[in-house]
């Protein structure tokens, strides 16, 4: 595998990663950046490790959630729940998705960790099931189950939105 | 109902800025730089020897080709060492400091000429030649130089310059003119006597030159030191003057300023076989000296009478110059460490030419003793040793 090889591959998932930060950093655009910039070092220093007859993209996806799951053991250590709070709710006004859309936004960030993830990588990221389930690391079943679980519970969520 | 699969995937996609994306990308090309070169290829420590001998060479080379007086137009190495001494001109800022340079360069080019003379052969003619005359060509630059100088305290660094190189310019070309010996090329005798002439006498003219601008500095015209040459009575200088158009009649002035140098350099030529005795001077030297300063005389007398005075100024300055430098040239008779008559030939026949030669000299040098001290009055030696020149040029 080339220096060209990984331009190519940075071209094809960079929005990609970056939109995963984006949605998990509360929309902050410079967190963001840099997160993808430091999954995509991490990447290249491990590229040889890479086997080019596997998916790069849950290869990188992999990265992308331990660097997370780093950064945030980090960042919780360095900033309040409520200062967290106070941020995403800015950021979400910030992205001016209409207000149909900043409920949907809501709801998601109201839902359990798990469901949250799940229903990120499938509708935001575009992962398939097998993919989200060799990234956590679950069978392809459980990873259904969760995806349904979690669309009943945003449901339930957003109707009750609804009637608010 | 809500379609809540429709709205997810109606979630908005951000995109990485620009500028972001330029950023990465020049952290992932600095990072594949790193991982290319550093730790894997070059600075293994078993490239360590390689790597240490080409950076030795890197400093060793150049310094080897601009401080070694062996590397000498024929040299390889020579271009690097011309390269090295055109950025030392190009760093020269002042006219001070530019005619340091080029005296310091022309000492170099004398030196060379000293070290290629010490083995002479005809491999090595071309390299003495060009090697003369790259010592001139620079001292003539650095007297463009000396004009430009206009201020009393550069005046007086140039002074110290002059003095500094003067006795090493002339140690150059003794040495060299003695190693040489008459028995060189003709053309290599007159360019290093003319050099002699330049480096010894018109250093004394330089030095002379120095003094009058530091004394005259608040009233001085800049090119003076040029204006020297003009005086010169060279036929040449009156051939310019005569195709500017200036005087109509100076063609048959040019004719006799150059019999009349002629004659001189004839009168030269004879009190130099009175100033070099026998007893000092080795006889067979001095003979051939003589025949080829004849040779020449008549040469420049008949470039004269077919109306060539570009080609009689140019044979009666070289017989002047060797006329004048002669005593450097021929071997004194207690000198026993000479060299010469090991190295002056090269080829066989050339060494047979010259050994034929030196014998028969010898022969004759035994026979006419005290009573024959005009060697041009004998033609079948004079011949013999036409024959020795013709066969050095062919």
Redesign the interface.
């Known amino acids: 595998m080339s220096q060209k090889d990984f331009i190519n591959y940075y071209k094809e998932y960079k929005d990609k990663i970056y939109n995963y930060f984006w949605y998990r950093v509360n929309f902050d655009q410079v967190r963001a950046e840099d997160l993808t910039s430091e999954v995509f070092l991490k990447a290249l220093s491990n590229f040889e490790k890479f086997d080019p007859n596997g998916s790069f993209q849950a290869w990188i996806y992999t990265i992308a959630k331990n660097h997370f799951l780093n950064y945030c053991r980090v960042a919780y250590r360095e900033i309040s729940l409520d200062q967290a709070e106070q941020i995403k709710v800015d950021n979400i006004k910030k992205i001016e998705a209409g207000l149909e859309m900043e409920k949907v936004v809501s709801a998601i960030g109201e839902l359990d960790d798990y469901y949250k993830e799940v229903l990120l990588l499938k509708f935001v990221d575009g992962l398939d099931n097998q993919e989200i389930a060799e990234m956590l690391d679950k069978e392809e079943g459980a990873i259904r189950t969760q995806l349904s679980r979690a669309l009943a519970v945003l449901r339930s969520k957003f109707e009750k939105y609804k009637y608010d | 109902m809500?379609n809540?699969?429709e709205?997810?995937?109606?979630?908005?996609?951000?995109?990485?800025?620009r500028q972001?994306?330029y950023?990465?990308?020049l952290?992932?090309y600095r990072?594949?730089w790193q991982?290319r070169f550093a730790g894997q290829k070059f600075y293994q420590p078993k490239f360590a020897p390689v790597l240490g001998l080409f950076l030795f060479m890197l400093i060793a080379v150049p310094a080897y080709a601009y401080f070694n007086p062996s590397v000498n137009s024929s040299h390889f190495l020579f271009p690097v060492k011309t390269t090295i001494e055109q950025v030392e001109l190009g760093l020269s800022f002042s006219p001070v400091a530019k005619y340091q340079t080029l005296e310091k360069i022309t000492g170099k080019r004398l030196a060379e000429l000293e070290k290629l003379s010490a083995e002479p052969s005809q491999a090595k003619t071309e390299a003495i030649i060009n090697t003369v005359k790259a010592a001139i060509d620079y001292n003539q630059e650095a007297d463009n130089e000396l004009s430009k100088i206009s201020n009393i305290k550069d005046l007086q660094a140039a002074k110290k310059i002059v003095n500094n190189f003067k006795a090493d310019y002339k140690n150059h070309l003794e040495q060299s003119a003695s190693n040489i010996g008459v028995k060189a090329n003709d053309e290599i005798l007159g360019n290093i006597s003319l050099a002699l002439d330049r480096f010894s006498d018109r250093t004394d003219d330089r030095l002379g030159a120095v003094d009058k601008l530091w004394q005259t500095s608040t009233t001085r015209k800049h090119g003076f030191i040029i204006n020297n040459n003009k005086n010169s009575t060279s036929v040449e200088d009156k051939l310019l003057t005569t195709e500017n158009g200036q005087n109509q009649n100076i063609s048959e002035t040019s004719l006799d300023a150059a019999r009349q140098q002629l004659a001189a350099t004839e009168k030269n030529i004879n009190q130099l076989k009175k100033d070099l005795p026998d007893e000092k001077y080795q006889a067979d030297d001095v003979k051939i000296l003589v025949n080829k300063l004849n040779d020449k005389i008549k040469k420049a007398r008949g470039a004269l009478e077919s109306g060539d005075l570009k080609k009689s100024d140019e044979l009666i300055k070289t017989t002047k110059a060797i006329t004048n430098n002669a005593r450097y040239f021929i071997r004194k008779n207690k000198d026993k460490n000479d060299k010469r008559n090991k190295t002056a030939t090269t080829t066989p026949d050339e060494a047979s030419v010259i050994s034929t030669s030196t014998d028969q000299v010898d022969e004759q040098v035994t026979a006419t003793t005290s009573q024959e001290k005009s060697f041009e009055k004998k033609t079948d030696n004079k011949d013999n040793w036409k024959k020795y020149d013709n066969d050095r040029r062919d």
Do not use: T
């Not at chain 2, 709205?7 to 800025?17: N, T, V, W």
């Open positions: 809500i809540i699969e709205q997810l995937k109606k979630l908005p996609r951000a995109k990485l800025s972001a994306d950023i990465i990308r952290k992932l990072l594949f991982k």
